[in-house]
């Protein structure tokens, strides 16, 4: 049978080993190549554990500005999420400064005292607006003698961080400065704070608590809790066209804190590697599964799937990065039912869990943007940051990663047999239990 070219073609090949050992790679949707060099691959690492102090008492609770002991030195809190004795979870709203420390919040939504796009930007260049419901919960928290003292003394050390001098502080009056403060409350970027600093118990510094830390209910309500902050993103500010979601873990990974948080930034545009994917995809629909997870599986990088996720050890990044996909018809992770959302936090509680405590890592969600119609599917990348990306890569613009998708492989399964069998992880199928079905990914169906 003779083909013909012009209607045939191979699905590319985004990993090829060559004779040496080196591992080339191309990211199927960034086009970003990437080289696992046959002997620098062999190198550790490169984490250095930080020495063990002992931990002083009486700092409990109050180790930095995100800890509950502290919570007057962060703009005024929008919500938390309690535990109760009883094992309900309860989300409380516009909790009131005197009674910040009355209940103890597992996960505080807080406004970033630092945003990446500030209220000042969208009211110069949209017109935005405070919503009234936003504009009585400001008075009402300003009523109170506790609320405007807290206001006041925050946005006076926002100010002085920005270079303003206490006699130019006190020059504006205290109107002005409750006007400056408007961000703390109808702002766009905002912080969800877990409880621990460190681990319950912990004796030394070393003890952080992290994603991997937390049991798998808690990283759910971690999950959900952020969930629904984005979604209150979008339906506060009607121009904001994303709202990106990342978590820094270490100082390595650009914390400023070595606190677990996540962040939240409304933003007036998709992002270019967004932009870059739906162009793919409106050539090809079923991308994200010819260029994920079957990939992966025809490749065995597959480390764990359930009824709701997959993870694989994904190519063509500038860091060793596991990719976690939602297998869900519901593009928009606000639109994921309870149990597929639970699938999510479980499958990236797991990885977290893998990679260990002491890893710097970003966690980053990726999912449709609102004002596109193309279906896709919820995805977060884990990116291990332990490389440092030099002069080799900004002359050639080929990034050298020492730990290749096998190798990401071989280190994270093991682990995750071991956490499976110590209760510590949500149940999964492993490495060669996942049934690795073709096309896992519902999202087509496009049921939102």
């Not at 009131?96 to 807080?110: D, G, K, N």
């Not at 405070?130 to 609320?147: E, F, H, I, N, W």
């Not at 991997?212 to 952020?226: C, Y």
Request: proline share 6%; aromatic share 10%; glycine share 8%.
């Amino acid at each position: 049978m003779t083909v013909n070219p012009y209607l045939y073609s191979r699905e590319p090949e985004f990993i090829s080993e060559l004779k040496d050992g080196t591992v080339k790679q191309l990211n199927p949707f960034s086009g970003t190549e990437v080289w696992t060099v046959a002997g620098r691959g062999n190198r550790p690492l490169g984490i250095a554990l930080p020495e063990a102090k002992p931990l002083d008492a009486a700092k409990d609770g109050h180790h930095c500005a995100f800890c509950a002991g502290r919570s007057l030195e962060t703009p005024p809190e929008k919500s938390r999420v309690i535990h109760h004795p009883s094992g309900e979870w309860e989300t409380r709203y516009q909790v009131p400064a005197e009674q910040l420390s009355a209940s103890v919040a597992e996960f505080r939504r807080i406004p970033n005292l630092f945003e990446i796009l500030s209220y000042d930007y969208w009211h110069a260049n949209y017109g935005y607006e405070l919503p009234d419901r936003v504009q009585q919960r400001k008075a009402s928290y300003l009523a109170s003698p506790a609320g405007r003292e807290h206001v006041l003394k925050v946005i006076g050390a926002k100010l002085r961080a920005g270079g303003k001098t206490e006699a130019e502080i006190a020059a504006m009056g205290t109107e002005a400065q409750i006007e400056a403060a408007s961000g703390f409350f109808g702002g766009g970027h905002d912080v969800i704070v877990a409880r621990r600093h460190f681990i319950d118990g912990a004796t030394d510094t070393t003890q952080l608590s992290s994603s991997g830390t937390l049991t798998p209910e808690e990283h759910f309500r971690f999950f959900a809790f952020t969930v629904e902050s984005m979604a209150g993103l979008f339906t506060l500010n009607r121009y904001a066209r994303y709202v990106a979601v990342f978590q820094n873990w270490l100082r390595p990974a650009g914390a400023s804190f070595d606190h677990l948080h996540k962040q939240l930034v409304a933003i007036d545009e998709r992002g270019v590697q967004h932009e870059q994917a739906m162009h793919r995809l409106r050539t090809n629909p079923n991308i994200y599964n010819e260029y994920g997870p079957n990939y992966a599986a025809y490749h065995n990088l597959v480390l764990a799937e359930s009824e709701h996720a997959i993870a694989f050890a994904g190519f063509g990044h500038r860091y060793p990065t596991i990719e976690i996909y939602s297998k869900s018809e519901a593009c928009d992770p606000w639109n994921h039912t309870e149990d597929e959302l639970r699938g999510m936090a479980d499958m990236v509680h797991a990885m977290h869990a893998a990679t260990g405590v002491e890893v710097p890592c970003n966690e980053e969600w990726h999912y449709r943007p609102v004002d596109s119609d193309l279906p896709m599917p919820w995805r977060v990348m884990l990116k291990w940051r332990t490389s440092t990306v030099a002069g080799f890569e900004g002359a050639t613009k080929i990034y050298l990663n020492t730990v290749g998708p096998y190798q990401l492989r071989d280190l994270v399964v093991p682990r995750l047999f071991n956490l499976r069998d110590e209760g510590l992880i949500a149940p999964m199928q492993i490495a060669t239990e996942a049934a690795c079905r073709p096309n896992p990914l519902l999202y087509r169906a496009n049921r939102s």
